[in-house]
């Protein structure tokens, strides 16, 4: 009897570790592996430059889009209910995470013509940067979306139009760029059998979704609340203009005798300068930017900011557009409606629309 039970006890005591044993196995961490985003920038910029070539941004006016319907295939990804309240007509409904497979499954080549087509023109301007990136290289985003293709969408951009809460404090002065630390993104990679070129594909397609493209804007309001008066600057990210230096320069000067001429312009305080297509090549200035940092960026009309932004995202930066760009930071008290980027009542074409 008591041999039974120094067994029963072996047994049990043999079951228990092999239990703990197993729990050890389960609670153990999942082994995660990085790829450098080295890989991706010489990839990329041995393969087109596309980012830093003057074909960045790929915008195609509404106007040329109109006279060679016929010559592009049209994809809108709008909703399925506003692509039914109106659309151009030939133009195919999808998901902007349906783009790629769509195109794929109908054997579409990588050097057809495609215009990508949204609401405002900067979700259109998201997807195509990444389609560009990806490899096809004759495709474009429809400039202002259909807001300028027909008045009944135009509202969009009507509203969008605003100035910042700190309008104000915009200046003229030039800020220099951080620092070159010489460090760039590692991006989670959890098969490293892929080549460089599957794994920028496999990110790209991780990239277009309608979550992703949420995540890479940011309202004037959203980014006007991380200014900071006592320190004069943005607490939680770095701001940059990317576009021309026109914009970067813009002030308007207000005379006013006997008072001294007040100045108002032209960025946000601590915003830098970086040029389109100088200063994101690894041998210029992309490694300026911070891999820690939220980075915030604007142009014109958020649609070509759009493009640097999926491009840096990308590469594993925290990088975010200002929606709607200047038009939404500093329209009305900047008199930016006399620039051709601004989205102006008068350019609406009420071109033809089917439902």
Not at 40 to 59: K, Q, V
Not at 152 to 167: C, G, L
């Amino acid at each position: 009897m008591i041999i039974k039970i120094k067994n029963i006890s072996i047994i049990l005591i043999s079951s228990l570790l092999f239990i703990i044993s197993c729990m050890e196995e389960l609670t153990e961490p999942v082994k995660v592996g990085y790829h450098s985003s080295a890989d991706l920038i010489t990839y990329l910029e041995t393969h087109g430059d596309f980012i830093s070539s003057s074909e960045n941004p790929a915008i195609i006016s509404v106007d040329s889009a109109y006279m060679n319907l016929s010559n592009y295939l049209l994809m809108d990804i709008r909703t399925t209910s506003q692509y039914s309240s109106g659309h151009i007509e030939g133009a195919r409904n999808f998901g902007i995470e349906e783009l790629i497979d769509s195109l794929k499954f109908n054997n579409v080549s990588l050097d057809a013509g495609i215009i990508i087509i949204s609401e405002s023109g900067q979700k259109a301007a998201y997807a195509t940067s990444l389609l560009r990136l990806f490899g096809y290289t004759n495709i474009f985003s429809l400039n202002f979306g259909m807001a300028q293709w027909h008045e009944q969408f135009s509202e969009v951009w009507i509203n969008a139009r605003n100035d910042s809460e700190w309008w104000f404090l915009y200046e003229t002065q030039y800020y220099q760029k951080p620092k070159n630390e010489n460090k760039i993104p590692n991006i989670p990679n959890d098969d490293e059998s892929l080549s460089t070129k599957e794994f920028l594909q496999k990110r790209i397609k991780k990239l277009l979704t309608d979550e992703e493209y949420k995540n890479s804007i940011i309202t004037i309001q959203e980014l006007d609340a991380t200014y900071s008066i006592r320190y004069s600057r943005f607490v939680d990210g770095f701001v940059f203009c990317y576009d021309e230096k026109e914009l970067y320069e813009h002030f308007r000067i207000f005379k006013a005798p006997p008072f001294p001429p007040i100045i108002w312009g032209g960025h946000p305080r601590t915003a830098a300068f970086y040029d389109a297509e100088t200063d994101f090549k690894a041998s210029t200035n992309l490694l300026t930017l911070s891999v820690n940092d939220a980075i915030y960026n604007y142009t014109f009309n958020g649609q070509r900011s759009l493009y640097i932004t999926t491009y840096l995202r990308l590469l594993g930066y925290k990088a975010k557009s200002v929606h709607y760009g200047a038009v939404s930071m500093m329209y009305n008290k900047l008199l930016l409606v006399q620039f051709e980027e601004s989205f102006r009542e008068d350019n609406i074409r009420n071109y033809p629309i089917v439902n």
